[in-house]
C-alpha cells in the first residue's frame, strides 16, 4: 500500500465589541456668537478578513493498492457589537419575571434599577436580554445595556435559581449620544448625533485536490473542502434630548438660535464570499475509485437598533428647523447622473433590466436583438459612470448583469467576475448607488474523475447563505414641548436590502475499460429573511415616527414620516453531471441537483 494524506485549514476570529458615548449630563452650556453645541458619536468598525488553505495529496505506484486523502477547510467568523446578558446554559424563556440586583457598591447597570423586576427575552440558550413588560418582551422591544461602570458580580433571581454576572458579560453595542438633564443656551445650532458606519468584508476559501495511480490491487482518490464564513453586526445607535424627571417639562430646556438636531444614522454593510473547491483523479489499469465533497456556506446577520427622541423637555429654535431622524439606509457611494454624457434616466435603467421577445410575425426584425443591443448600450453607459468614479468593472458586457428590484424605484447590478453587487435606488428625484446591507457569495465545485479497468466517480457538491437583517429605526418625541421658527420634521427610514448568490457544480466520471460507474449529487439554498431572527422567529422591523403626549407649535410645517423600503435579491445555480463509460457493456451514471 502508498498512500498519502494532505490536510490544511486556516481559521480566523476577529471581534470589536464596544461602547462610544458623548454625553452632557447635569449641566449648564451656553454660547455666544453664533456658536453651536455639537453633541456626537461616531462609530466607523471595519473589519477585512481572509482566510484561505489549500491542500495536495498524490499516491502513486505500479504495486499494490495507491490512496490519497486530502481535506481543505477555511472558515472565518467576525462580529462586531453585541446584545444582553451571556450566561451559560441559563434555562430561561422569553416572558419569565427576574429581579435584578446590584452589586454592593456598585451602580446598577446603565438602562436597570436595582430591586426592579424586568422581563426575559431569550436570544440563545447562554444569551438573554432584558425587557421592561410582558408585552415588551414577546415583541422583543429590549432595554439598552451599559455596564462600563460596574464593579462586582451582579444578579438576576427567579425564585430560588439566580444569575451572576459582571461587566464582561454584558454585550457591548453601544453608539449614544445624548443630553441629559441639563439645559443648553446656543446661538447657534444644537446638534446631537450618532453615525454608525460599519463594514465587514470576508473572504474564505478552501482547495483541496487528491490523485492515485492504479497498481495492481488499484486506486483510490478522496478529496474533501469546506468553507464557512459568518458575520454579525449588533449595535445600538441612540440620539436624544431628554429630561429623567418627566413630571416637570420645564426643569430643563433646550434653546437654539438655529436650528435644533436630533438624529442616528446607520450605513452599516457585510460583504461576504465563501469558496471550497474539491477535485479528485484516478488512473491506470486497475481499478480506481474517486470521491469528492466541495461544501461552502456564508452566514450573516445585521441587527441595529436605531432611535433618536426629544423626552420630557422644553426645545426652542428661533430661526431654524426642530428635526428627529432615525435613518438606517445603505451606504451611499455616488450618485449616477442623469445629464451629459453616459447620462441615463429611470426609463434607461427599467429598459436595460429587461428584454423583448421577438415578434414572429415581423418579417427581417429582430426585436430580442435590436433590445439587447440597446440594453448593452445604457449597462455600458452606467458602467462608465462607475469607472468615472472609482470603481473599476469588468470589460465584457456579459459579466455585468442588470436586475429590476421594484420598476421605477431600485435596480441591482452584479459584477460576475468578482461577484459584487451594487444598489441603485431612486431617492428625491436622484439615482443614488450604493452597496447592499449584506452582499452574500458561497460557491461550491466539486469534480472527480476515475478511470482504470473500471471506474467508480463520487462526487457532491453543497453551497448555502442564510441572511438576516432585523434592524429598526424609531424617531419620536414624547412628554416634551417644541416650538420651532420653521419647520418640524420627525423621520424614521429603514431600508435593508440583502444580495445573495449561491451557486454549486458538481461532476463525476467514471471510465474504466470494462466498466465505469458515477454519481454526482448538488444542491443550493439561499435562505433570507427581513423581519425575522436567526431561528426564523417572526419579528417585525420596526419603523415609526410619532409625537406622543406633547406640545408642539411650527411657524412653518409639520412633517411626520416613517418609510421602509426592503428588498431581496437571490441568485441560485446548481449544475450536476455524472458521466459513465467503459468498453465492456456495463456503465451506469446518476446526477441529482
Do not use: C
Not at 486523502?69 to 427576574?98: K, M, P
Not at 495511480?213 to 482518490?221: C, E, F, K, Q
Not at 441568485?571 to 455524472?578: E, I, K, L, M, Y
Amino acid at each position: 500500500l502508498t498512500g498519502a494524506f494532505a490536510g490544511a485549514g486556516t481559521g480566523t476570529r476577529n471581534t470589536i465589541h464596544e461602547v462610544v458615548t458623548a454625553t452632557i449630563e447635569d449641566s449648564m452650556v451656553t454660547t455666544t456668537v453664533n456658536g453651536d453645541v455639537a453633541v456626537t458619536a461616531n462609530d466607523t468598525a471595519e473589519i477585512w478578513a481572509w482566510s484561505g488553505s489549500i491542500s495536495l495529496a498524490g499516491a502513486f505506484g505500479s504495486q499494490g493498492q495507491n490512496a490519497a486523502v486530502s481535506i481543505g477547510a477555511s472558515v472565518a467568523r467576525n462580529e462586531i457589537g453585541q446584545f444582553g446578558i451571556t450566561s451559560d446554559d441559563h434555562e430561561l424563556s422569553t416572558g419569565d419575571a427576574v429581579v435584578y440586583t446590584a452589586a454592593a457598591g456598585s451602580p446598577s447597570v446603565d438602562g436597570l434599577t436595582s430591586g426592579t423586576t424586568y422581563r426575559v427575552i431569550a436570544v440563545d440558550e447562554d444569551r438573554i436580554e432584558l425587557a421592561a413588560t410582558e408585552d415588551d418582551a414577546t415583541q422583543r422591544r429590549p432595554i439598552t445595556l451599559d455596564a462600563t461602570r460596574i464593579t462586582g458580580k451582579h444578579e438576576l433571581t427567579k425564585g430560588s435559581k439566580r444569575i451572576k454576572f459582571g461587566g464582561a458579560d454584558v454585550g457591548r453595542g453601544l453608539l449614544r449620544a445624548a443630553v441629559v438633564d441639563s439645559t443648553v443656551n446656543a446661538a447657534g445650532d444644537v446638534r446631537v448625533t450618532t453615525d454608525f458606519a460599519a463594514d465587514i468584508s470576508v473572504f474564505t476559501l478552501a482547495g483541496s485536490a487528491s490523485a492515485a495511480s492504479n497498481g495492481t490491487g488499484g486506486g483510490l482518490a478522496a478529496s474533501g473542502a469546506g468553507a464557512d464564513a459568518e458575520n454579525t453586526i449588533r449595535m445600538a445607535v441612540e440620539s436624544y434630548v431628554e429630561d429623567t424627571n418627566t413630571a416637570d417639562q420645564s426643569a430643563y430646556s433646550i434653546t437654539a438660535g438655529g436650528a435644533l438636531f436630533v438624529s442616528a444614522n446607520d450605513s452599516t454593510i457585510i460583504n461576504s464570499a465563501a469558496r471550497g473547491i474539491a477535485l479528485a483523479f484516478t488512473g491506470g489499469s486497475n481499478t480506481g475509485v474517486t470521491l469528492t465533497v466541495g461544501v461552502s456556506l456564508s452566514r450573516n446577520i445585521v441587527e441595529n437598533r436605531l432611535d433618536a427622541s426629544i423626552r420630557g423637555v422644553t426645545a426652542t429654535t428661533t430661526t431654524g428647523d426642530v428635526e428627529v431622524v432615525a435613518e438606517s439606509v445603505a451606504k451611499k457611494l455616488f450618485e449616477l447622473s442623469t445629464i451629459g454624457t453616459n447620462s441615463v434616466s429611470v426609463a434607461d435603467l427599467d429598459n436595460a433590466a429587461t428584454t423583448d421577445s421577438d415578434d414572429p410575425l415581423t418579417i427581417g426584425v429582430d426585436e430580442k436583438a435590436d433590445d439587447e443591443t440597446a440594453n448593452a448600450a445604457i449597462v455600458q453607459k452606467v458602467k462608465a459612470q462607475f469607472e468615472a468614479k472609482g470603481h473599476d468593472l469588468p470589460e465584457a458586457a456579459d459579466d455585468l448583469v442588470l436586475s429590476r428590484l421594484a420598476e421605477g424605484q431600485a435596480w441591482s447590478l452584479l459584477d460576475k467576475d468578482s461577484s459584487r453587487t451594487w444598489v441603485i435606488f431612486l431617492k428625491d428625484g436622484k439615482l443614488e448607488v450604493s452597496r447592499a446591507t449584506i452582499d452574500s457569495l458561497a460557491a461550491a465545485a466539486s469534480a472527480t474523475f476515475a478511470g482504470g479497468e473500471k471506474g467508480i466517480a463520487l462526487s457532491g457538491g453543497g453551497a448555502g447563505s442564510r441572511n438576516v437583517v432585523m434592524s429598526r429605526a424609531r424617531a419620536y418625541v414624547t412628554e416634551s414641548i417644541l416650538v420651532s421658527a420653521r419647520d418640524v420634521v420627525i423621520r424614521g427610514v429603514e431600508s435593508s436590502n440583502i444580495t445573495a448568490s449561491v451557486l454549486t457544480i458538481s461532476i463525476a466520471i467514471g471510465a474504466g475499460s470494462t466498466s465505469g460507474v458515477s454519481a454526482s449529487v448538488g444542491a443550493s439554498i439561499a435562505r433570507n429573511f427581513i423581519g425575522y431572527t436567526e431561528d426564523e422567529v417572526r419579528v417585525p422591523s420596526a419603523i415609526h415616527a410619532s409625537s406622543l403626549n406633547s406640545d408642539i407649535k411650527a411657524t412653518g410645517n409639520l412633517s411626520l414620516t416613517a418609510s421602509s423600503l426592503h428588498i431581496i435579491d437571490s441568485h441560485v445555480f446548481t449544475g450536476s453531471a455524472a458521466v459513465a463509460g467503459g468498453l465492456g457493456d456495463d456503465g451506469f451514471s446518476v446526477a441529482l441537483s
